[in-house]
């Protein structure tokens, strides 16, 4: 398993190429699909999925982009995250053909690795985190020292801070890589992030 990062758009999205088996999954394109198509060309495999851990623009903006490119990968969303045609939060809804959804306890193969789904809203009611080997793709629910913002539409404190316990509650240890910032461990989160303590209280 292989996971390359690249910051996209305006405010630095993280998006993330993670590939296995020449098998590749790209998760959260922000913005800058030619940037990420260059990426792509250079990464020898097929491109399978096109993960999203939530619908907000700034990490959703390539994905038209890319699918007219790469119209064989499959582009997953959370169902409450779909529902946006015409918001500037989630434009997603309408732009996609064949648009799939995921929610809890789905899995994704890909090579050898097996994506898992789980919904962690609060940041946005259809936010997941993607679970794949130890590696958590936590979008904007935890960031390195910090969490999502509750105050866009469809956010809610008390949501956020139970997503928060079941990540912290996860058992083992695992590469956290959220959406904004830098990468963290989870083990560093539970000793260092004041949210995350207060979520596991």
């Known amino acids: 398993m292989k996971v390359s990062i690249m910051q996209v758009g305006p405010i630095g999205t993280n998006c ?15 913005d800058e699909a030619e940037r990420i198509l260059e990426v792509l060309e250079e990464t020898e495999g097929t491109v399978e999925y096109i993960l999203l851990t939530h619908g907000h623009y700034d990490h959703t903006t390539a994905v038209p982009e ?3 490119a790469l119209p064989e990968a499959k582009i997953y969303i959370h169902q409450a995250d ?11 809804a309408g732009q996609v053909d064949g ?16 994506i898992e789904v789980l919904h962690t809203p609060g940041h946005s009611k259809g936010s997941v985190t993607l679970r794949a080997g130890d590696v ?13 913002r509750t105050d866009l539409s469809g956010g809610d404190e008390g949501e956020i801070m139970a997503s928060l316990k079941r990540l912290g509650e996860l058992e083992g240890s695992f590469t956290v890589c959220p959406g904004h910032m830098q990468t963290s461990t989870l083990d560093q989160e539970r000793k260092t992030n004041p949210y995350l303590r207060m979520a596991m209280g």
Do not use: C
């Open 82 to 92: 779909a529902n946006g045609a015409g918001s500037r939060l989630f434009p997603l």
């Open 136 to 148: 958590l793709f936590t979008g904007d629910t935890l960031f390195a020292g910090s969490m999502g």
């Open 66 to 68: 890319l699918h007219r």
């Open 99 to 114: 648009l799939l959804l995921y929610d809890e306890g789905d899995a994704l193969p890909l090579g050898s690795l097996t």
């Open 16 to 30: 993330y190429i993670l590939e296995d088996e020449k098998k590749i999954a790209v998760i959260d394109p922000g």
